[in-house]
């Protein structure tokens, strides 16, 4: 769809750094883009939540074990069709002209329990920035906070901030980002006269991490032509995914949890209580900085019951229409995803053979040393790198 229109908001940040060599000198552009979608989502027989005693006994009606599957939850079928404002931040390497890979877009996306920043960590950022890292790559890369989060729209958290409607916006973001509409979005840009130069991006590559791994997989099933390569982190399915049921998350109510930051979110809006239900998920003792730890619990986001209950509503379907590399990429430890071990815990061939049979080069790597958040281990850049050399090999 070649309508999206620009949000007014438009500022370039160039940020370079002589301190840190290592740092790469980049050229990022946020913008404000207004995402027209139509989505099927569904609405759901599942209680509200506007306080903590609430949120605590949401966990006791979806984890309990005589619980309805979300599925025979659905009461009806709800279409959206709507216009987002969804944030974004386009990075393109320095002087690209002399770069190959400036012309591969990667559109990454963030998971549960995080805003963009997932990839793009404010702390040590040569020893934590997926999009520092990519830069470096020679990648262009966009980065945006998923609906709900972030600087993004927070529409209604039961029937609206669902699933189905997440794929939509993801779906329309590599439409735009493939018919040229970044360069016009950069273009109209009204609060500098710094022109933005946007590479005309041919190949067009899906990250996620965990959620937004389940949205990448969800648009190579519906729109598999439109993506030429893709790599799910902290997520893979034919496993133990699944087993560390919501209950792991410790979640409150975020108007109740932290109303400085949460309050307008209003109902069905769900955080991580306390740093250590964020360590719980995410990381894994001696393997991270206790500092990066607490960084990720000042920097949580959001999460909705609509997304809750339709987790699995963009998953396991086949996707026929994908012939492109596709990459799993794991923490050793993951907790939310493996049960806390990933050596072994999942079926490959069976992944292959029922869901991305058509696809190049179906792979999975296992990173050393990492708990569910990748990018927050000591060892991200090794996480980065195994990324990069796996679509290298992929003429990517
Ligand atoms: C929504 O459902 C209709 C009817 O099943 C289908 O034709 C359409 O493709 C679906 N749209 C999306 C975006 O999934
Ligand atoms: C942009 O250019 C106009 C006209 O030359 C000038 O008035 C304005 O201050 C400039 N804005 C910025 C942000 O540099
Ligand atoms: C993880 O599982 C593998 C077998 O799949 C086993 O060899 C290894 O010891 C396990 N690691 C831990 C920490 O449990
Ligand atoms: C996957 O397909 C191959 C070839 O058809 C077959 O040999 C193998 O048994 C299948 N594996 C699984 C797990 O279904
Ligand atoms: C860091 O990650 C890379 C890529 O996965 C791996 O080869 C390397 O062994 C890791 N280093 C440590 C110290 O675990």
């Not at 958290?157 to 509409?181: C, D, F, H, N």
């Not at 109510?253 to 998920?281: K, M, N």
């Not at 509503?313 to 596709?326: N, T, W």
């Not at 708990?371 to 090999?393: D, K, Q, R, V």
Request: proline share 4%.
């Amino acid at each position: 769809m070649a309508s999206l229109l620009l949000g007014a908001v438009i500022s370039i940040l160039s940020k370079s750094s002589n301190a840190a060599p290592s740092h790469v000198h980049r050229s990022c552009i946020d913008l404000d883009l207004s995402v027209p979608v139509t989505a099927n989502n569904s609405i759901y027989d599942v209680p509200r939540v506007d306080n903590n005693i609430d949120a605590v006994d949401l966990i006791w009606d979806l984890d309990r074990w005589t619980a309805p599957a979300t599925a025979d939850r659905i009461t009806a079928m709800k279409t959206v069709q709507q216009t987002f404002t969804i944030s974004v931040q386009l990075c393109v390497p320095d002087d690209y002209d002399d770069s190959e890979k400036a012309n591969i877009l990667q559109i990454a996306t963030h998971g549960f329990g995080f805003d963009k920043r997932y990839w793009d960590s404010e702390l040590r950022p040569e020893d934590y920035s997926y999009v520092t890292a990519a830069l470096k790559a020679g990648y262009s890369i966009l980065t945006y906070d998923r609906l709900g989060v972030g600087n993004s729209d927070k529409p209604d958290a039961y029937e609206i901030a669902q699933t189905p409607v997440e794929r939509e916006i993801l779906k329309e973001l590599t439409v735009l980002a493939r018919s040229g509409g970044l360069t016009a979005a950069a273009a109209s840009s009204t609060r500098s006269n710094k022109t933005f130069e946007v590479p005309d991006f041919n190949k067009i590559v899906l990250v996620g991490h965990s959620l937004g791994s389940r949205l990448t997989l969800g648009v190579l099933s519906e729109y598999g032509d439109i993506v030429d390569g893709a790599v799910a982190t902290g997520l893979i399915l034919n496993g133990r995914f699944g087993a560390v049921g919501q209950r792991a998350f410790g979640l409150e109510y975020a108007g109740d949890s932290e109303p400085r930051r949460f309050r307008e979110r209003g109902s069905g809006y769900l955080v991580q209580g306390t740093e250590s239900s964020v360590q719980q998920i995410f990381f894994k003792k001696g393997y991270f900085d206790p500092e990066m730890l607490k960084y990720a619990e000042k920097i949580k986001e959001t999460g909705t019951v609509g997304e809750f209950v339709s987790l699995d509503a963009v998953l396991e379907q086949p996707a026929p229409g994908y012939s492109g590399p596709l990459l799993f990429a794991l923490g050793e430890y993951d907790f939310a995803v493996c049960e806390g071990n990933c050596t072994g815990s999942y079926d490959l061939e069976a992944l292959k053979n029922e869901t991305f049979f058509n696809a190049a080069d179906v792979r999975v790597h296992i990173q050393p040393g990492s708990g569910h958040a990748l990018t927050m281990h000591s060892n991200a850049t090794g996480h980065f790198e195994a990324i990069f050399e796996y679509l290298g090999e992929n003429g990517l």
